[in-house]
């Protein structure tokens, strides 16, 4: 019965990132018009479906976030972050080794072997105490390091800011979640549902800013989240358009981007 449930769990998983896939080349034949930001061309619709996550956030999630942190204690809610951030190592380890980043890749893999084995499962992050910096990369960022352009800004229903790329990357970046290989559903479940309001959390006073200092929430957030995409592709130091790229020992191989998108 379980492994009748996971099969029906997988096939439904599988329809549901093709239905988007199909949904995102539909949507990017939409034009908006001479004066539409380049890199935003379906902004009607992002504009959309930002209003409507944003309803959803303000009705369920801020709610529950924000009760959420005003009852668990900072160290608990510490050791849920280093949590899963124990387990997003191992996915940084895969991108990390597939961008050719072999001290990064290193240091992520000695992270959560250190942190799972001294750090009761990943609560403690004693490798940052031990100075074994992180590399968080997924598989959006080795698209974007082997030349795949982030193409447009897409908002996606729930989950938030993306772009085609970062769409098209996200099947593989939720089957590289160890989370996703847990066979016990409701635990699964779980899990998410911990770890994306615990994510959510963690913004509360961020977003408490944004609603006082941003005069356009939709373009503020927007711009702020392209700009972030882009650094974490250079790992920090976008080269400036027109510059020449030089190779390093961290990046080898020069990224390229659309002139649309990252």
Not at 114 to 121: E, P, R, Y
Not at 136 to 146: I, K, S
Not at 155 to 175: E, H, I, N, Y
Request: glycine share 8%; charged share 20%; with cysteine.
């Amino acid at each position: 019965m379980e492994s009748f449930c996971n099969q029906a769990s997988g096939k439904m998983t599988r329809r549901l990132w093709a239905g988007l896939a199909l949904f995102v080349l539909m949507l990017s034949g939409c034009a908006t018009g001479p004066n539409a930001n380049p890199r935003d061309p379906l902004e009607p619709f992002n504009r959309g479906m930002y209003q409507f996550n944003d309803a959803v956030d303000r009705a369920v999630v801020k709610p529950v976030a924000t009760v959420y942190r005003d009852v668990l204690p900072s160290p608990v809610r510490t050791g849920v972050t280093n949590f899963f951030a124990n387990l997003q190592d191992v996915w940084s380890f895969v991108n990390n080794s597939l961008q050719l980043k072999g001290e990064a890749a290193g240091n992520s893999l000695v992270r959560f072997g250190v942190n799972t084995v001294f750090g009761l499962g990943g609560v403690l992050d004693i490798a940052s105490e031990m100075q074994i910096e992180r590399h968080t990369e997924d598989f959006g960022q080795t698209l974007g390091y082997w030349g795949v352009g982030a193409g447009p800004y897409l908002v996606l229903p729930l989950l938030g800011p993306s772009t085609v790329r970062d769409t098209a990357a996200l099947p593989l970046d939720v089957q590289g979640n160890l989370v996703s290989g847990v066979n016990d559903v409701p635990a699964r479940n779980s899990l998410t549902v911990l770890n994306l309001l615990n994510q959510r959390a963690r913004l509360l006073d961020a977003s408490k800013m944004l609603e006082q200092v941003a005069l356009d929430s939709y373009t503020f957030t927007r711009d702020a989240f392209l700009q972030s995409r882009l650094n974490a592709v250079y790992d920090g130091y976008p080269p400036d358009d027109g510059e020449p790229f030089e190779p390093t020992e961290e990046n080898p191989v020069e990224p390229t981007f659309e002139s649309n998108g990252l």
